[in-house]
T-cell receptor, first 112, second 117 residues
Framework: SQQGEEDPQALSIQEGENATMNCSYK?????LQWYRQNSGRGLVHLIL?????REKHSGRLRVTLDTSKKSSSLLITASRAADTASYFC????????????FGKGTKLSVIP | KAGVTQTPRYLIKTRGQQVTLSCSPI?????VSWYQQTPGQGLQFLFE???????NKGNFPGRFSGRQFSNSRSEMNVSTLELGDSALYLC????????????????FGPGTRLLVL
């Protein structure tokens, strides 16, 4: 079953603009991860944020986590056409198995 | 190092048939997980194997099964295929099944696209 929801479901921006995607989840987590998927291909791991962290940066990516609200956001700064993809958040609750529970994803289109 | 490989990449079957999909993890990785992706249900966890043992299984019927070999390669099998089994099946590997606190990166393969007619 889906852990949560991404918002918005689709986002279209101009190259150079920032893109913000939000993710909500339902249960307590060990960590939250963001993945990118290009055109129905495999998923690429972008960033992981632990439950005791509030913010994390990686290049043009900034992730925040608010465990009290059970939500996270992914910010992509200075977007490029190559960032066009679907973005998924996934939570890990642990408990004996490395299982990712995914949200439904945000489809990002960056217009050159 | 070579990435996660999945074979075949595309597959067409008819209802009632069975299918076996294969996944070769990154060399040295001991954990393999399988996910199903459909437009309606999104990405759903099927099962995870670690050192040849199934550690967890998602909410799928018994027609879905899998195994892992001593070289960490994994196969999943779907018997008595239904139209709703049409999906992209993704395999992912990690070094130690997440490690002590599940912080390891999972590396995904390109997927096998299954079409059931």
């Amino acid at each position: 079953s889906q852990q949560g929801e991404e918002d918005p479901q689709a986002l279209s921006i101009q190259e150079g603009e920032n893109a913000t995607m939000n993710c909500s989840y339902k249960t307590s987590i060990n960590n939250l991860q963001w993945y990118r998927q290009n055109s129905g291909r495999g998923l690429v791991h972008l960033i992981l944020i632990r439950s005791n962290e509030r913010e994390k940066h990686s290049g043009r990516l900034r992730v925040t986590l608010d465990t009290s609200k059970k939500s996270s956001s992914l910010l992509i700064t200075a977007s490029r056409a190559a960032d066009t993809a679907s973005y998924f958040c996934a939570t890990v609750s642990g408990a004996g198995s490395y299982q990712l529970t995914f949200g439904k994803g945000t489809k990002l289109s960056v217009i050159p | 190092k070579a990435g996660v490989t999945q074979t075949p990449r595309y597959l067409i079957k008819t209802r009632g048939q069975q299918v076996t999909l294969s996944c070769s993890p990154i060399s040295g990785h001991r954990s393999v997980s399988w996910y199903q992706q459909t437009p309606g249900q999104g990405l759903q966890f099927l099962f995870e194997y670690f050192s040849e043992t199934q550690r967890n299984k998602g909410n799928f019927p018994g027609r879905f099964s899998g195994r892992q070999f001593s070289n960490s390669r994994s196969e999943m099998n779907v018997s008595t295929l239904e139209l709703g089994d049409s999906a992209l099946y993704l395999c992912a590997s990690s070094l130690n099944g997440g490690g002590a606190d599940y912080q390891e990166t999972q590396y995904f393969g390109p997927g096998t696209r299954l079409l059931v007619l």
